[in-house]
């Protein structure tokens, strides 16, 4: 257990949750504002009541004038209302700032995931990092949520306790016994040894249960992710309508549900945390408490033996005793605090190496050229890339062109590399060796989002999202309706939408809207050829577009793929080869290579050529 905090120095784990403030402050600093003034009112709110009261039994032990003591009643009655009314409505804004951390927390992993280089998301360190730090924050808020929610909290309250104790506590030490056999509590020494026992009193009862608390935190910190991880993955199964709950019930899968359910009983009576808490985590959070117990009697002692000795009336013993054991919890909840800190660094570490990771791939700055007559070239030259982490070629040497409003076919068996130059071409990641060249410069020199507008792609595990079909087709809320409605009709949706009583503001599944429609493989494949179609760039790209589709709905598409392309530049990757036929050029792909590249013609009549092979393969069946 100890091994793993001491990796991050005390320096370090300041340094770490200063940066986790600063993050929180660029976003939103009411966040500090709001917790500032709610503790700050909180922790000062008892001190009017202990005051107010001390005058009060002062004034019953004393005077007991009538007039005073209703005045002084009246005084604490009206303080006690308005500090317990302000402290509400603090509480309440507090509480509503602080009702966003966990998504606006999200929603900034969101981004960072959507602007890093895209080989980095799919790594498996980047992966475990940011799984690392949500395991952190849905476990108890470890990581930059518990600087906001809990640190910065308690080092206001624990200063304002502090503040408000030591100004309180001041005639404790300077009012003075009367001459006789208890004058020795006037002794400066007196003091030296009441502040002695408190400071010792208030640095080890938090270090005990830092302590106790590690074997928690840490101790227990792989068990109780595990327990996150495993209820996330079967604790939805049976309710993930989409993907899993149809398999749940024909398999019986909710044995396993159950099972692991059950074995995932991180806090049973034998588990790990369980023993702790009998043993020794148990017994040091106990000895915390009694360590901090002590020092409450020495206080109470001190106090009532100067009263007793006539340094101060009665009324001063509660405001005396209430001072010096706020002191006291004051000093104990910011020692705790800086354990916290502590542990907490170990999540940040991991929360700032996720935020800080850099972008590697060249940005270029480039502007696209708009050419009304569509004039783009591109060109593999000699491209091989390697997917990070893996040793194998997905491409070696490929070089090939696309002459502008060609159709260009694209085939091979599986894991040939048929994808592979797609995410390459859209520079989701930048070829090992050899360059990639648009007009004849590469394509690492323009602007991203520039070269980007010039493809629209329909990838093989396209997503479409619970928003309303318009929404999805122009990949935006605003949509012209009209130019909707024409490329769902192209994409071969147009029966289908006329069935829609909503018609484009229909909403796709179910997941916001009970009257969502849930559309079958091959509709959801027209509704991503639409939304390609929407976007009306030079380029399309089609990866295996017609797979989901019925024959006659695939039939249809090759039918009117003319009329769908227009003068775009084509690039259809597909399986079957009877639907290359009407492409231009076709790129046969074997082992990352391009083997053979070709008109339909030339390529069937290599006999020994792999689409030979393949065209065979597919038209046995037919003609048998
Ligand atoms: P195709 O589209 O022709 O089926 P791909 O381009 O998807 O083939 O894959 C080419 C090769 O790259 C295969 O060997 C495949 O296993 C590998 N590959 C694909 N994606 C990844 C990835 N994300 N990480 C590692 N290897 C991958």
Redesign the pocket.
């Known amino acids: 257990m100890k091994d793993k905090k001491d990796q991050i120095s005390a320096k370090e784990a300041w340094a770490l949750n200063k940066k986790a403030i600063a993050y929180w402050w660029n976003i939103d600093r009411r966040i500090f504002i709001s917790t500032a003034a709610c503790n700050i009112i909180k922790a000062i709110s008892p001190y009017i009541t202990i005051y107010f009261s001390a005058q009060l039994i002062g004034e019953i032990a004393g005077q007991h004038r009538p007039q005073e003591l209703v005045r002084i009643a009246a005084i604490v009655l009206i303080a006690t209302a308005i500090m317990g009314l302000i402290s509400a409505a603090l509480q309440r804004w507090k509480n509503a700032v602080h009702e966003s951390i966990f998504y606006i927390n999200r929603k900034q992993q969101l981004d960072k995931m959507l602007s890093m280089d895209f080989c980095d998301t ?1 790594d498996m360190d980047v992966q475990n990092l940011l799984r690392h730090i949500q395991e952190g924050d849905n476990w108890s808020g470890w990581g930059t949520t518990r600087v906001s929610g809990k640190i910065f909290s308690d080092v206001i309250t624990a200063v304002t306790k502090i503040i408000g104790a030591v100004a309180l506590s001041v005639t404790l030490f300077t009012s003075q016994v009367p001459q006789g056999n208890m004058d020795f509590l006037n002794s400066p020494w007196m003091v030296v040894l009441i502040l002695g026992i408190m400071m010792a009193t208030a640095i080890i009862s938090p270090m005990l249960q830092v302590k106790g608390e590690r074997y928690f935190t840490e101790g227990c910190a792989d068990e109780v992710k595990r327990s996150n991880r495993i209820f996330c993955c079967y604790g939805h199964m049976a309710i993930d309508d989409k993907s899993r709950s149809e398999d749940v019930r024909m398999y019986t899968q909710e044995v396993f549900c159950i099972e692991k359910s059950n074995a995932n009983a991180w806090a049973g009576k034998d588990s790990k945390i369980s023993r702790y808490a009998r043993g020794p985590m148990g017994f040091l959070l106990g000895l915390a408490v009694a360590v901090s117990r002590i020092f409450t009697g020495v206080a109470y002692l001190f106090v009532c033996l100067k009263a007793w000795a006539g340094a101060f009336g009665v009324g001063y013993v509660t405001q005396d005793i209430s001072a010096i054991t706020s002191l006291s919890s004051g000093v104990s909840l910011l020692l705790s605090t800086w354990g916290m800190i502590r542990t907490n660094a170990i999540y940040l570490k991991d929360t700032f190496a996720f935020f800080e990771l850099p972008n590697k791939m060249y940005q270029g700055s480039l502007t696209v050229e708009k050419r009304s007559d569509r004039n783009y070239q591109v060109e593999f030259r000699n491209v091989s890339f390697q ?4 040793q ?1 070629w ?2 070696r040497n490929v070089s090939m062109k696309f002459t502008i409003g060609e159709r260009l076919a694209v085939v ?10 797609i ?1 390459l071409l859209c520079r989701l990641y930048d070829p090992a060796e050899g360059e990639i060249l648009l007009n004849g410069i590469n394509i690492r020199k323009y602007n991203y989002k520039e070269y980007m507008s010039i493809f629209s792609v329909v990838f ?1 595990d396209f997503q479409l999202l619970s928003l309303p079909l318009g929404q999805n087709v122009a990949a935006a809320g605003q949509y012209d309706n009209g130019w909707a409605r024409q490329c769902l009709e192209e994409a071969g949706f147009g029966p289908r939408l006329a069935t829609m009583p909503q018609g484009l503001e229909t909403c796709l599944f179910k997941d916001f809207d009970n009257k969502g429609v849930a559309v079958s493989g091959g509709e959801a494949q027209k509704i991503a050829i639409a939304r390609a179609l929407y976007k009306n760039a030079p380029f399309i790209v089609l ?1 295996e577009p017609t797979a989901a589709l019925d024959p006659i709905a695939e039939a249809e598409i090759y039918a009117k793929f003319n009329t769908l392309i227009q003068d775009r530049t084509a690039v259809y ?1 597909s399986h079957r080869l009877s639907s290359c036929r009407f492409c231009d050029r076709i790129a046969v ?1 074997h082992e ?1 290579s391009v083997v053979q590249f070709g008109t339909h013609e030339e390529l069937l009549a290599d006999k020994n050529g792999q689409y030979n092979q393949l065209w065979n393969a597919q038209a046995q069946y037919y003609v048998s």
Not at 387 to 390: A, D, E, I, L, V
Not at 412 to 421: A, E, H, P, V
């Open positions: 799919d997917y990070p982490g893996s194998q997905a491409l091979g068996q599986n894991g040939s590399g048929k994808t592979t130059m995410k093989q990866d990757i792909f990352g």
